[in-house]
């Protein structure tokens, strides 16, 4: 009989606001066995995160349990001394953040952080480990394992840093492992290369683990079985084949019917039409590294053209070209037909203020320190030049836009919104300068499905009465579905292909634009093993071997 290693029951989690106590978690239930792996689903709010820090015995600041019990491997994690958590956490228990790239010390190379936890716990010495951590790089398909742990946290790509912290995870070998939303913000095929490693590094060393995320089809290839929160709620729990294709609970049944979100195509633009933005032949480098190569694309009045690719391809560099944020080597920049300067710098105001940017983290792109007044006025005075009672009106009026009730949200900061209010008060930023053309860059990865649509929807309306240009930069093809008009696939810096949404979706395809579709995953268990299998990868970390050049 296979052991138990983790069990909470009656689990309460109370979090602390304007002084006052108020329940967040109520009454969770978990049993997990050596090897097994639970997926945590459920939306924004859900107390997923939560309870999976939990699971360590641990709680944010402003948070504490306030009933209920979790036992690992018998030992009494929320009554255990100091000194015996210490000696579990990193050694027998690991966690894996969402950002890898907010979770490195920049400061220190990887390799120096992977060595800290195994010589502090004494399971081995520094040089030890470091072979050791090579190794694990090596098991994670990591390119140039004996040599990658020496680069700073900077000098790799997002999905290279996310497996070396699954890699520093695994540096002691824990029992468990809790893994919170490791892929959302990687592309499709970094993505496939990512949850391939976390699984067989999984099964090769019996970890159990519990699999936070909203992604209804990564839970499915992860996870043995999979539990629902909502609100802090359990809603239900089954095994993964079970829950998939047979959820008892409307709330379940409304989280697989997501997405169904999806704009009609429009007719086509007519060629004598002036494009609103225009980007020809840009080629651009980042000192002496060429990183884009002879770029063109256009983008008309009320559409949106979505720009896909994965981790490299020149996605953000293309908007960083015509922000003015990175001039151009050479090429041209144009709005509305007429040439702009290409450093920002020597645009005017009011050109300045033509093309605004809605940002992918909206935690890290709005000052914790000011008001959400106070962010979105900053634009609308410098921009529009209003101030005192006219400033207030127009916050107001743009509150009201992006469907937040004004005298509930002007005071408030931003720790105090959710994810989904957070990125509203960004599109509420751009549209204070009234722009024309709006890039979008990932705004929706960092969202759970049923927020993410809900954006969506709010982008689709805005565009619609303001008749607002937009570039979309995703790595999600649902996305791409659901919103653009044409679409611009780049790799290693080239458009390699582009043409309507109707265009892209049916073949023939570019070989790589085939690889993104085919790495989309879909809501069956078997998919990704299916899919390693066709691209004839025998190991299961070797989703990598499967890209196609």
Request: glycine share 8%.
């Amino acid at each position: 009989m296979t052991e138990q290693l983790l069990k909470i029951r009656g689990l309460k989690i109370e979090g602390r606001s304007d002084e006052m106590w108020n329940q967040i978690v109520n009454g969770v239930d978990i049993d997990l066995m050596k090897g097994e792996v639970l997926g945590l689903i459920g939306e924004s709010g859900a107390g997923k995160s939560t309870v999976g820090l939990a699971a360590m015995g641990f709680t944010r600041d402003g948070c504490r349990i306030s009933e209920g019990t979790v036992e690992f491997d018998g030992v009494d994690l929320v009554n255990a001394a100091a000194s015996v958590k210490r000696g579990l956490l990193g050694k027998r228990i690991a966690y894996v953040a969402q950002s890898a790239a907010a979770s490195f010390n920049p400061a220190h190379k990887i390799i120096d952080q992977h060595t800290e936890g195994p010589t502090q716990h004494g399971v081995m010495g520094k040089k030890e480990s470091e072979m050791d951590g090579m190794e694990l790089y090596e098991k994670l398909r990591l390119p140039d394992p004996e040599n990658i742990g020496f680069r700073y946290p900077h000098q790799v790509s997002g999905g290279q840093l996310q497996r070396a912290m699954t890699a520093m995870a695994m540096a002691c070998r824990p029992d468990l492992i809790i893994f919170d939303e490791p892929t959302t913000a990687l592309d499709v095929t970094t993505q496939i290369e990512v949850l391939a490693s976390i699984r067989q590094i999984v099964e090769e060393f019996d970890t159990a683990a519990i699999y936070i995320t909203h992604d209804l089809a990564v839970v499915a290839q992860m996870s043995d079985k999979i539990k629902v929160l909502l609100k802090g709620d359990e809603v239900e729990e089954a095994d993964t084949r079970t829950m998939l294709s047979a959820p008892t609970q409307e709330y379940t049944k409304s989280l697989w019917a997501v997405r169904s979100f999806q704009r009609p195509s429009k007719p086509p633009v007519p060629t004598s039409a002036t494009p609103v933005i225009s980007v020809q032949n840009v080629t651009a480098a980042y000192g002496t590294v060429p990183v884009l190569h002879d770029v063109s694309f256009d983008i008309h009045e009320g559409r949106t053209v979505a720009v896909v690719g994965e981790s490299g391809s020149g996605k953000s560099t293309a908007a960083r070209c015509i922000t003015g944020l990175l001039p151009p080597v050479s090429g041209t920049i144009e709005f509305d037909g007429v040439a702009m300067p290409l450093d920002y710098r020597k645009r005017t105001k009011d050109q300045l203020r033509q093309a605004q940017m809605i940002y992918q983290m909206a935690d890290t792109a709005l000052n914790p320190r000011k008001s959400i007044g106070e962010i979105i006025g900053r634009p609308v005075e410098f921009y529009m030049g209003l101030k005192g009672a006219a400033k207030r009106k127009r916050v107001d009026e743009l509150l009201d836009q992006i469907e937040l009730e004004p005298s509930q949200y002007f005071h408030r900061l931003p720790s105090e919104l959710s994810g989904g209010q957070k990125q509203r008060i960004g599109i509420a930023r751009a549209l204070a300068a009234e722009p024309k053309f709006i890039i979008c860059d990932e705004v929706t990865s960092a969202l759970d499905q049923l927020v993410a649509e809900g954006i969506l929807r709010l982008l689709a309306k805005l565009q619609d009465d303001l008749k607002l240009s937009y570039m979309f930069i995703t790595h999600d093809l649902a996305t791409v579905r659901a919103i653009s008009d044409e679409v611009v696939v780049m790799k290693d810096g080239r458009v390699v292909e582009q043409g309507t949404k109707d265009e892209m979706f049916k073949p023939p395809h570019h070989p790589y634009t085939d690889l993104l579709l085919s790495s989309v995953p879909e809501m069956d268990p078997d998919w990704l093993t299916n899919l390693l299998n066709e691209r004839g990868v025998d190991n299961i970390g070797d989703a990598a071997v499967g890209k196609m050049t």
